[in-house]
């Protein structure tokens, strides 16, 4: 009877055993006492061959072990890690100082991909020098006004989903003319175009990069001041600044109707009176930057489908509009 050779041997082995077979079917014409030997013989280079498949195994297994590790360690060394292409993704306008800053370096502290944009990067040195102490920021040019430019920006993101929109780039140039009555609509015009167009604009070329992301959310920045309830105070002052911002609140409650659908989350923020360049006028109580951006960040983690289209304060309560 034909001794066929074992299933899942290698050709070297696949031989061994075949010369062994040949052996043992003519074991017949030796004495009985050499079948013992043959038999040992048989074992023993049957261990010996299945010895060296599972070296051979255990050595490619090693190897390829090693690779890697060597590959995974040349990714960490030219990368910084492999996590942060998991991490979450801001992208925060207006971040070269102030409030805005200080939501880039409080979200790339908390392990997120940060995209820190802003109109001057090579004049933004604060911002610079942060990105160059955190490898999760990224700085990009960008000025709201300019639709073009959006639509650049939105088009190199394309592959990447945006956490969260943070639509904080704003101006309010107290110092010029914005008194009814002596109203200087140059500035007027800049004013609605950085404050409640530029919004507008962000959350149209970014909708789809929100809606591709986890969290999916869209927050603006707005102002007490834009509110109507408040139409009674500072009677005729800031006029453009207060258009301006009840502009965006409305802007906002309109956009998170229209992307209910896609999950999106919109949400609006009334920060208060915080400790920056834009307020360094005012002469009343200010909260620090940290403590500011702190609370609202809290604000925007608790925002969802059910506060949808709503403002609140950086303390987490409803404002009135």
């Known amino acids: 009877m034909p001794c ?15 010369s062994v077979c040949h052996n043992l079917a003519f074991s017949g014409r030796r004495r009985p006492e050499e079948r013992p030997r043959r038999e040992k013989k048989v074992l023993l280079f049957q261990q010996v061959s299945n010895s060296r498949v599972i070296k051979s195994k255990t050595s490619l297994v090693n190897g390829l072990s090693l690779l890697g590790a060597i590959i995974a360690i040349g990714l960490m060394a030219t990368f910084g890690s492999i996590e ?7 992208l925060i306008t207006g971040s070269s100082r102030g409030i805005g800053f200080e939501f880039a370096r409080q979200y790339a502290d908390k392990g997120w991909t940060v995209i820190a944009t802003c109109r001057n990067p090579a004049g933004a040195h604060a911002l610079n020098a942060l990105a160059a102490e955190q490898p999760n920021i990224i700085i990009e040019q960008l000025d709201v006004t300019d639709h073009g430019m959006i639509d650049a920006l939105a088009k190199k993101y394309q592959d990447t989903p945006i956490d969260v929109l943070l639509n904080n780039a704003g101006i309010n140039p107290g110092q010029q003319p914005q008194t009814f009555g002596a109203i200087d609509y140059d500035v007027y015009h800049r004013i609605i175009a950085t404050n409640t167009t530029g919004p507008l604009k962000m959350a149209e070329a970014f909708v789809g990069h929100v809606a591709a992301s986890e ?4 927050m603006t920045l707005t102002s007490g001041l834009g ?3 408040a139409a009674e105070r500072l009677p005729g002052i800031l006029v453009p600044y207060r258009i301006s911002k009840a502009g965006v609140n409305m802007a906002m409650l309109v956009i998170s109707r229209a992307v209910k659908g896609r999950g999106i989350v919109v949400g609006t923020l009334e920060p208060g009176i915080v400790d920056t360049d834009q307020a360094a006028g005012m002469n009343v109580p200010k909260m620090s930057p940290e403590q500011a951006i702190a609370a609202m960040i809290t604000v925007i983690e608790n925002f969802d489908a059910d506060t949808s289209g709503l403002i609140y304060r950086y303390t987490g309560e409803r404002a009135a509009w």
């Open 227 to 229: 509110s109507l309830n």
């Open 4 to 18: 066929l050779p074992e299933r899942g041997h290698a050709d070297k082995t696949t031989g061994l055993n075949r």
């Open 84 to 90: 942060p292409s998991l991490a979450s993704t801001v």
């Open 215 to 218: 969290h999916k959310k869209i």
